[in-house]
């Protein structure tokens, strides 16, 4: 009998893996990776092992997540050690929840690698923290697409009475609708709201504004984009990094190489 790693590869910067997760994928026969994580890991992998793209973009799943179950418990029978990579956190909208089921019926074993959710990093490379003592004590890490009709209005009510920092994952297609009923449920249109596109990578792209206005702002912006609503979006103005570090250093490169 294998065994099979559920691993976080983090939120997209190739530092921000674990040490655990690395040894995962240097020790790893087989790996079945997602779109988000970042491929650079993969060269971690050894000489031999098998790589396998599992897809997972909103609207191209190359394999379905049965076809992914069945392969992660194929290869564990056969003996193999198995990393399955995912963005971010594995049971963080990640359906690592989904896979270890499935193991755990098999009696296969099994060992989950937390990583870092891009619901916490994106906010923090751009300069967002997503509580602080003075503005925000609660954070909820929500999914833009999974509820609907009336289900999606008791939850929406819900979320705004009981929540200060909200951590959209999936929702920047739906964004109108999610400002439309963050506002309707009681927030004022002036709440400060942050989508972060590609957060703690190269490409990464932050946009903000209020309730009111942001569709118009971040017209343009797609997947994958985290969305971040509260008044802790507004520290931003003060403890933004990344980006500056970024431009600065392209800057500098861009005057040596000419
Ligand atoms: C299927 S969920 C996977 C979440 C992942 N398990 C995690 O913990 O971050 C995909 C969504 O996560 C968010 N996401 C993932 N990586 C991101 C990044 N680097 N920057 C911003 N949002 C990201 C986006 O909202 C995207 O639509």
Redesign the pocket.
Same mark, same amino acid.
């Given at each position: 009998m294998g065994k099979v790693y559920l691993v &976080?590869a983090g939120? /997209?910067d190739y530092d921000l893996i674990t040490l655990k997760g690395l040894k995962a994928i240097q020790e790893a026969d087989v790996i079945l990776y997602d779109r988000?994580i970042n491929q650079q890991l993969l060269e971690e992998a050894k000489e031999n092992a098998s790589l396998i793209f599992c897809g +997972?973009s909103?609207d191209n799943h190359s394999l379905t997540q049965e076809a992914i179950n069945e392969l992660l418990c194929r290869y564990a029978l056969q003996g193999k050690v198995v990393t399955r990579l +995912? !963005? &971010?956190?594995?049971f963080?909208? !990640?359906r690592g929840g989904e896979e270890a089921e499935v193991l755990a019926s098999y009696q296969i074993p099994f060992e989950i690698v937390p /990583?870092i959710? =891009? /619901?916490i990093a994106?906010p923090a490379y751009a300069g967002i923290p997503v509580t602080h003592r003075d503005f925000s004590s609660s954070v909820a890490f929500i999914s833009g697409v999974s509820k609907v009709g009336k289900e999606q209005e008791d939850y929406w009510k819900h979320v705004v009475k009981s929540m200060d920092t909200l951590c959209i994952?999936? /929702?920047?297609s739906k964004l109108p609708d999610i400002c439309d009923q963050l506002i309707k449920h009681g927030l004022p249109s002036t709440t400060p709201i942050a989508l972060?596109?590609? !957060?703690?990578?190269t490409e990464q792209e932050t946009v903000t504004g209020t309730l009111a206005d942001i569709v118009i702002k971040a017209h343009g912006i797609k997947?994958? =984009?985290?969305i971040v609503v509260g008044e802790v979006v507004k520290l931003r103005e003060k403890l933004k990094w990344y980006e500056e570090i970024r431009d600065e250093k392209e800057v500098l490169l861009t005057s040596i190489v000419g």
């Open positions: &976080g939120p /997209g988000l +997972k909103p +995912k !963005g &971010g956190d594995p963080v909208f !990640g /990583g959710t =891009s /619901g994106a994952y999936m /929702g920047v972060i596109r590609w !957060g703690t990578t997947n994958p =984009s985290m």
